[in-house]
T-cell receptor
Framework: GAVVSQHPSWVICKSGTSVKIECRSL??????MFWYRQFPKQSLMLMAT?????????EQGVEKDKFLINHASLTLSTLTVTSAHPEDSSFYIC????????????FGPGTRLLVL | AQSVTQLGSHVSVSEGALVLLRCNYS??????LFWYVQYPNQGLQLLLK??????LVKGINGFEAEFKKSETSFHLTKPSAHMSDAAEYFC????????????FGTGTRLQVTL
């Protein structure tokens, strides 16, 4: 149980285009999901907290117009990188909070984005 | 504010040797603490978590960690390393329970040699 999927697992796009990444909780409902960014050989940095049915909460320094988050259902959150540039290339990881029990966060397998 | 310090960005052990990965935390309230493992190009897998119950926490794959309030530490150990343990390990802390935001340490890469 407590499986989180991400799609796509990797994506290459041209500079200026937009890319959408999906995060799904497969066997539990998640009113709260989180989006992280990880640079090579570095730790995870929280970008935003995604709340089902309401606006996401962005961390300081994260451009909300650049990284659009939609949490339309209890099992799906999407992150759209708008007008992507090479500096947006990174590994994006989502997590979903299982509201049962101790409300632990479970992580997806990540999406590697390369912007050319 | 909460923070985590992982001492040693790179640890190398021989197969069968003891694994010790260090984690110290800072928190203004009683913390919840976690260890996650990340294999190359993958997401994070929860190894174990401390949620204010028993101070010695046992996790998956033979790992365990002990919460020591006096030392503000939550070191991860495994009695005998296996080649498959080679990965990146992250310690994380949250305040206000497991539901709060996680703050991660910088990670420790574990190398296991023959």
């Amino acid at each position: 149980g407590a499986v989180v999927s991400q799609h796509p697992s990797w994506v290459i796009c041209k500079s200026g285009t937009s890319v959408k990444i999906e995060c799904r909780s497969l066997d539990f409902q998640a009113t709260t999901m989180f989006w992280y960014r990880q640079f090579p050989k570095q730790s995870l940095m929280l970008m935003a907290t995604s709340n089902e049915g309401s606006k996401a909460t962005y961390e300081q320094g994260v451009e909300k117009d650049k990284f659009l988050i939609n949490h339309a259902s209890l099992t799906l959150s999407t992150l759209t990188v708008t007008s992507a540039h090479p500096e947006d290339s990174s590994f994006y990881i989502c997590s979903a909070r299982d509201e049962r029990g101790t409300r632990t966060q479970y992580f997806g397998p990540g999406t590697r984005l390369l912007v050319l | 504010a909460q923070s985590v310090t992982q001492l040693g960005s790179h640890v190398s052990v021989s197969e069968g040797a003891l694994v010790l990965l260090r984690c110290n935390y800072s928190s203004s309230v009683p913390p919840y603490l976690f260890w996650y493992v990340q294999y190359p190009n993958q997401g994070l897998q929860l190894l174990l978590k401390y949620t204010s119950a028993a101070t010695l926490v046992k996790g998956i794959n033979g790992f365990e960690a002990e919460f020591k309030k006096s030392e503000t530490s939550f070191h991860l150990t495994k009695p005998s390393a296996h080649m498959s343990d080679a990965a990146e390990y992250f310690c994380a802390v949250s305040e206000g329970g497991t539901a709060s935001k996680l703050t991660f340490g910088t990670g420790t890469r574990l190398q296991v040699t023959l």
